[in-house]
């Protein structure tokens, strides 16, 4: 091992000296976690580019640019977590919050499937802990449960499926996953790629791996529920485009069409089932499935258009999650609950919380020129390109994600309609219903994610060309 390699996982290693610092300081944990996160951004601008550790990790702008977006997901949730949540053990969480962006840091980097799966679980572990983190609710502790036991299965699947895909290949190396050592083999291949997608199907929420998500987000406190939707989704997706995309290009057609039908269904039933929510932190579970659904069109699509488009759109629905998690959090904290009618004339209590929620549920649903819109009209856009080329049925998919983002209006325009014409009830709002006290660190990521949505609305062209070269950079 040389210092190159050691270099090459700087980020990692400030990330957990960071939750140890956390562990074994007793004030301050918000604050050294922030300082720990800032330093790791930092130190992306100066990592070196290649292989390391006998090619087993890699580095380059496709990994660097999820290194810094699970960065930046941790780092708003750790902003916003002081205030909305209970100071009940706060060393642990700020300390699994930290240990959660390390496994997923890791997961950018590796280039082998041993690597990516126990980086994966290192994340995945630390998210058990913390779904359960108010061990006073009910709630949280079902949530906790629900999440270690269908997690252990998704390992579980996955696990198998990589044992089927070494043995076919005899190499754990994901860039080597075509090679098989016989014809005879395929067969033990197609089925570990199957066991993989199905364990990684649980973490991303796809139909019909998605029925643990609406419980376990509403039973976790919802800045844990923001990492889970903003951040350990987002690293199943990336453990998917490594395996499927980077990797089995020879494969694309045979693997196309399946990814389209988990497109289709796993957006449909996301969007049908938010429709008939009472509670608004499950009616953005289900939007957090549906849009699950519109991301897996980039891997039926299976061209750089499609993938950069699918990448645009795990960023915009990433941050505005996070955001509108975050906002939910907040009137949880202040006992306004979690429902429909909790949010009656936020605009009037607060109208900086009640604008943030308003551009997040437009992007979300893409309206122009919003960033929700740029990145669909990229994702759908591709399924069009590649339609008229020589894959017609990807038109009719375009067109359902279409139609799909059409009936997402109708949850969150509810949701608008609450906030801006309904009068504020004051038996909801004790025992101040006209204002809501912001905590200092989540005004700064209200104001953030403000910044994020102009920006971007305005100026989607930077991000695009960043994500292009990006996506060269991998294949």
């Known amino acids: 091992m040389s210092f190159a390699d050691v270099h090459s996982i700087a980020p990692e290693l ?281 991301i897996l069109i980039a891997f039926a699509v299976g061209t750089e258009y499609g993938l950069v488009g699918g990448l645009f759109h795990i960023v915009t629905h990433a941050v505005t999650t996070a955001g509108l998690f975050l906002i939910v959090a907040l009137l949880a904290a202040k006992g306004l609950g979690e429902e429909y009618a909790s949010y009656s004339g936020l605009n009037r209590r607060q109208p900086l919380v009640a604008l943030v929620l308003l551009l997040s549920l437009l992007s979300l649903a893409g309206v122009p020129p919003l960033p929700g819109f740029q990145s669909k009209f990229v994702l759908f856009g591709s399924a069009v390109d590649a339609g008229l080329a020589n894959k017609s049925w990807l038109v009719l998919l375009a067109i359902a994600g279409v139609v799909n983002s059409a009936l997402s209006l109708a949850f969150y325009a509810r949701l608008i309609k609450v906030a801006y014409v309904d009068e504020p009830k004051r038996a909801l709002a004790n025992p101040h219903p006209e204002a809501l006290q912001i905590p200092p660190l989540l005004l700064v990521v209200l104001l953030l994610e403000l910044l994020f949505i102009v920006v971007f609305a305005f100026q989607p062209n930077v991000l695009l060309e960043g994500l292009r070269l990006a996506v060269q950079a991998a294949f």
Do not use: C
């Open 14 to 294: 400030i990330v957990t000296l960071g939750a140890f610092v956390v562990l074994f300081v007793r004030k301050h944990s918000p604050q050294i976690a922030v300082i720990g996160l800032l330093l790791a951004l930092l130190s992306l601008f100066f990592l070196p580019q290649g292989e390391f550790f006998f090619g087993a990790w890699e580095i380059h702008a496709f990994a660097i640019f999820f290194k810094a977006l699970f960065l930046v997901v941790a780092l708003l949730v750790v902003l916003g977590s002081p205030g909305t949540l209970g100071a009940e053990r706060e060393k642990e969480y700020y300390a699994l919050v930290l240990f959660a962006t390390v496994g997923m840091l890791g997961v950018a980097g590796a280039k082998e499937l041993i690597t990516l799966f126990v980086s994966f679980e290192l994340s995945s572990l630390s998210t058990y802990a913390l779904a359960g983190y108010i061990k006073r609710d009910e709630r949280s502790l079902e949530a906790a449960t629900k999440f270690f036991i269908i997690g252990a299965l998704s390992s579980a699947l996955s696990i198998y499926g990589i044992s089927l895909i070494y043995g076919a290949t005899n190499t754990t190396f994901i860039q080597n996953l075509v090679a098989l050592q016989s014809p005879d083999l395929e067969i033990a291949l197609r089925a570990g790629l199957v066991f993989v997608l199905a364990g990684f199907g649980f973490k991303i929420t796809v139909v019909p791996f998605h029925f643990w998500a609406p419980d376990v987000y509403e039973g976790a406190p919802a800045p844990v529920t923001a990492l889970l939707a903003a951040g350990s989704k987002k690293m199943g997706f990336l453990a998917l485009i490594k395996i499927f995309l980077m990797s089995l290009v020879a494969l694309e057609l045979e693997w196309g069409l399946l990814f389209g039908v988990l497109a289709l269904l796993t957006m449909t039933v996301g969007n049908l089932l938010a429709l008939v929510q009472s509670s608004v932190k499950r009616m953005l579970a289900y939007s957090s499935i549906a849009h699950a659904g519109y």
